[in-house]
């Protein structure tokens, strides 16, 4: 490749002189330079890059350049990178280092309870499918050992599991005092998730299946058929729904307070969102409020229904569904009832600005809007 050299604004102007004190490695393919020490350049390529030996350990990494003067800048923030890390202590057992991590994550108080409860099955799962992992060095960890493991593990659990545990490895291996360059976790790929393809009720099956629980027979039937209806007709999350108090019903303004349960990273303004009150949950809500009026008393008489909502299914033979697949029902009601996709994104309490729920419920908003387009007429009258 040409060597050319670069002006102030990055753009090649003029051949460079390369350094006339250049020695070939036997093999042909690299060049050095004794004036430069640390300094290669890739034959095949004319790129250079960063060499050096710490502690025994051969570090060599691409500068991206092509140019002689770019390259001899870059080498000294590479060197200075890397001696760097090379100083960093690293903790003397995983199982330190993981100890570290549960403790970090322990004290985060941007993490609500279900987020460190996740990341903690993340570590037990990790634990489970790599036998003594706790008793090995982080330094001797090799990428072969990270892509064994993630065979075994990918085996056992779903993509998105995968994921969320591969990246809790990563950060363990950093809080080792392991560099990024030198992460061997990091070069395991993430797997791709497949969205979920979405098998709700149709109203109909709906309100027989809130008719059913209701009526199963036990003590607490009608309270599981109230907390359904209560999940279906807010889009809240289990634990939010759980948390809502008669305190939190707006009747004047028709919205709900809801604390959200993914905390928002930038605002504590953002720990909480209105959602508000369609007819059906009016109704509910009207029914329920003479029930337990006092303001901290629980909305719901009961905090889950799953095995409720499961009898149910199976009983009427439909698709079987969880608490948040009545948060998925919500929301596509309010799609099919003609709510654009980012107020219902507001209402569920994202905050992308509609980029999940446009993934998630993209296609009935396709539907929506070719249904109401043959409705578009540049007739002069409407035809009887």
């Not at 250049?22 to 330079?33: A, E, N, Q, T």
């Not at 609500?112 to 409860?117: A, E, I, Q, R």
């Not at 591969?166 to 993430?190: C, M, Q, S, Y």
């Not at 009601?333 to 709510?339: F, L, M, Q």
Request: charged letters at 30%; hydrophobic letters at 35%.
């Amino acid at each position: 490749m040409k060597l050319t050299a670069a002006d102030d604004t990055g753009r090649d102007t003029k051949p460079a002189k390369p350094p006339r004190d250049i020695k070939l490695s036997p093999d042909g393919k690299w060049r050095s330079f004794p004036k430069t020490p640390n300094l290669l350049q890739y034959v095949n390529t004319g790129v250079y890059y960063g060499r050096v030996k710490i502690e025994g350990k051969i570090f060599r990494q691409s500068l991206e350049t092509d140019v002689f003067t770019t390259a001899k800048l870059l080498l000294g923030d590479f060197l200075k990178k890397k001696h760097k890390l090379a100083n960093r202590p690293i903790s003397g057992t995983f199982g330190e280092a993981r100890a570290l991590y549960e403790a970090d994550i322990a004290a985060d108080h941007t993490l609500k309870d279900g987020s460190k409860l996740y990341r903690q099955n993340c570590v037990k799962a990790l634990l489970k499918t790599w036998t003594g992992i706790d008793a090995l060095s982080p330094a001797k960890i090799t990428e072969a050992d990270c892509r064994a493991w993630a065979g075994r593990f990918a085996d056992k659990y779903d993509a998105q599991f995968f994921n969320n545990t591969l990246g809790t490895f990563r950060h363990i291996l950093e809080r080792a005092g392991i560099g990024h360059d030198d992460n061997p976790a990091l070069k395991v790929k993430r797997l791709g998730v497949k969205q979920k393809e979405l098998k709700l009720p149709e109203p109909d099956q709906f309100e027989a299946l809130v008719e059913t629980i209701g009526t199963a027979g036990a003590r607490q039937s009608r309270y599981c058929a109230n907390f359904v209806r209560f999940l279906a007709f807010s889009g809240c999350r289990l634990s939010e729904a759980r948390k809502v108090c008669w305190k939190d019903i707006d009747f004047e303004r028709a919205e709900i307070r809801v604390e959200t349960a993914k905390r928002a990273m930038t605002s504590s303004s953002a720990s909480f969102r209105f959602v508000p009150i369609i007819p059906p949950m009016l109704e509910l809500l009207t029914r329920l409020k003479p029930e337990n009026p006092a303001p901290e008393s629980p909305v719901c008489g009961v905090a889950e229904c799953e095995k409720s909502l499961t009898n149910a299914c199976k009983k009427l033979g439909i698709h079987r569904i969880t608490h948040h697949d009545l948060r998925h029902l919500f929301a596509t009601r309010c799609i099919e009832a003609g709510v654009d996709i980012p107020t219902v994104s507001r209402w569920l309490g994202h905050s992308d600005g509609g980029a999940l729920a446009m993934k998630t419920y993209g296609h009935l908003r396709r539907e929506h809007s070719a249904a109401m387009a043959q409705r578009v007429t540049f007739a002069t009258k409407q035809a009887s």
